[in-house]
């Protein structure tokens, strides 16, 4: 509550300035709390509440062609400054400049525009992420550009900071011998965001790049296949990561280091969603994700080591109107994981896990 308040006084000065040269900054809180019942292996582990979100966001003009966006969340921590200096718990943190209706310019901290929608959407409408997402940094700092070549396709570039931390911070486990720090540790991004069909179909699609250590890289292939139309939502994501040096830790924390080379992964998530009345909504998601290396180092050895099921299905009531921004859901989760033989020799254990939770989320405008 401190820091809420604490944030709400930084608004102050902002609100003043705004009323005597441009305009009031549209002010948002953001919330989302839930009871859960967590299952191991089809056991009852725990029940308790949690308040999942808490985020405090402003954005509005300061001027014809200038613009800003701050979001702050109370869910990461603020007395620890990470490597691009500035606070975890600032998710964004950027200023636009639109000299013209074909060109905008970014820079600060701001959204990495990977493709995929489970990307892309606000994350009040995802209960529950894949590996995939769960394991990569979202909000970066950097500069990016967008060419909108039409009404319906637009163009990003963007270059971030790849790592907030140091080198060993951002591994976290023991390192083979040779792998150093990048001196350049940027992760560029080419995305591409375009509607067909009279706008029902949306394809959200990037490719990206980076150097996690010297002469070590890592890319990204994301992909977003989305059709809207009335109250039917559908969406199909492809993304697909191949390392030289595991930075996101998703093969090297199953058996707790070293940290692994040459990994690979792909992540496939199917959603359906209806929106049967304009005060009930309900979908149900399945996701496919594996977890490869594909070429001998150290330990490990060349193969398939996990296969992850992860199955979705939620209801959720409106009680007044989506602008209200109030929503109640009622929301289980399964997800399997398998080992495969080649991650036998670990003698490693993985459990199924399930959860159901009754929530609600709440997009309150402030001002």
Known sequence: MKRL???????????????????????????????NASFIEND???????????????????????????????????????GDNISKAVELAKVMYTPSEKWDFAAGKMFVVHGGYE???????????TDFNN??????????????????????????????????ELFGYMLPDGIQAAKVPFLAT???????????????????ASQVAQGKYMYYITAGNIYEKGPVLAYFDVMYTRAQVDKNQRLTSLFGGPVAQNVQYLTLIADFEYQFTPKWNAYVKGAYETANVYKDNGMYKKGHYLTTWNAQACVEWLPFTKEKGLKFYLHYVYKGNQ?????????????????????????????
Not at 342 to 359: E, H, K
Request: glycine share 4%; proline share 3%; net charge negative.
């Open 190 to 208: 080419f995305n591409w965001d375009g509607y067909f069909a009279d706008k029902t179909v949306r394809l959200l699609y990037s490719a990206s």
């Open 339 to 367: 080992l495969q033989d080649v991650a036998s020799m670990f003698n490693a254990f993985i459990p199924d896990t399930q959860r159901i939770s009754l929530g609600l989320t709440y997009m309150i405008p402030v001002l």
């Open 5 to 35: 308040l604490c944030t709400l006084c930084l608004l102050c000065p902002l609100v003043g300035f705004a009323q005597n040269d441009v305009t009031l900054p549209n002010v948002t809180l953001e919330m989302e709390t839930s009871t």
């Open 135 to 168: 394991n990569i940094e979202v909000y970066k700092t950097g500069v990016q550009g967008t060419y909108h070549k039409s009404d319906d396709h637009h163009f990003t570039f963007q270059v971030v900071n790849n790592r907030s931390v140091s080198h060993h």
């Open 44 to 82: 009852l582990d725990e029940m308790i509440f949690k308040m999942n979100r808490v985020r405090l966001g402003f954005n509005g003009d300061l001027g014809d062609n200038l613009s800003y966006h701050f979001r702050t969340t109370f869910h990461k921590p603020y007395d620890k400054f990470t």
């Open 119 to 129: 990307n892309y959407v606000n994350v009040l409408l995802v209960r529950e992420f």
